[in-house]
């Protein structure tokens, strides 16, 4: 007899010695079911999207007007210089015409309100005399007929004098404040600017 069929032997002979409850047992064994790869797919695609969609509707919200680190109101954008000039709380040194510092090397704002005679001043730094500069003589042009200002404005610098409400021109610069009739209105961006400084 060959070696293989005494191990063949051997083999059903141990098969029969196995208890037939753990054969019945082993036949009608079914593994556990497990969830289909494509639902726990979608699953995490679906968190990713929640995910995305709340960190976009986070940077919304900080970075709309609802949310402000100072909690405080935030204030109107002026309309006219006049505007500006008529909020100012009187914080500045007023001085007489013979006091302007016209040629002391520095730059002021200069203004004076309708019906008073002495000239407020306020010092400009070098950066903010070259913004309002920048934004000086240009405007909308006032009409046939100059309106009726509450505030009169002038910048002096290098003993130069020049009003936002005229144009750009030699004939509209003086050497000391002098009367005038308003040629243009100044832009937005020169009364926003007037506001940052003075206020």
């Given amino acids: 007899m060959s070696n293989k069929i ?5 083999l059903l002979d141990r ?13 009608s064994y079914r593994p556990q079911r497990r969830a289909p790869r494509f639902a726990l797919i979608a699953a995490c695609v679906a ?29 109107p954008t002026p309309t006219s210089l006049d505007e500006v000039m008529s909020e100012l709380d009187g914080e ?9 510092p016209y040629r002391d090397g520095n730059s002021y704002l200069v203004w004076q309100y309708s019906g008073e005679s002495g000239y407020y001043v306020a010092s400009l730094q070098k ?20 309106p009726e200002l509450e ?15 005229l144009k750009s021109n030699r004939g509209n610069i003086g050497s000391e404040v002098f009367e005038y009739d308003a040629e243009i209105y100044p832009t937005a961006d020169f009364i ?8």
């Fill in 47 to 75: 968190l990713s999207v929640m995910l995305v969609l709340g960190a976009v509707g986070a940077l919304d919200f900080i970075s709309s007007d609802r949310f402000q680190n100072d909690k405080s109101p935030t204030s």
């Fill in 192 to 199: 926003l600017c007037v506001s940052a400084i003075l206020q």
């Fill in 92 to 100: 500045y040194e007023k001085l007489s015409e013979d006091e302007l």
């Fill in 6 to 10: 005494k191990k063949a032997e051997l």
């Fill in 127 to 146: 950066t903010q005399l070259q913004e309002l500069m920048g934004k000086i003589g240009k405007g909308d042009e006032v009409g046939e007929s100059s």
């Fill in 15 to 27: 098969i029969g010695e196995i208890d037939d409850s753990l054969l019945s047992e082993a036949l």
């Fill in 151 to 165: 505030c009169k404005v002038w910048i002096i610098s290098g003993g130069s004098v020049l009003s936002p409400y």
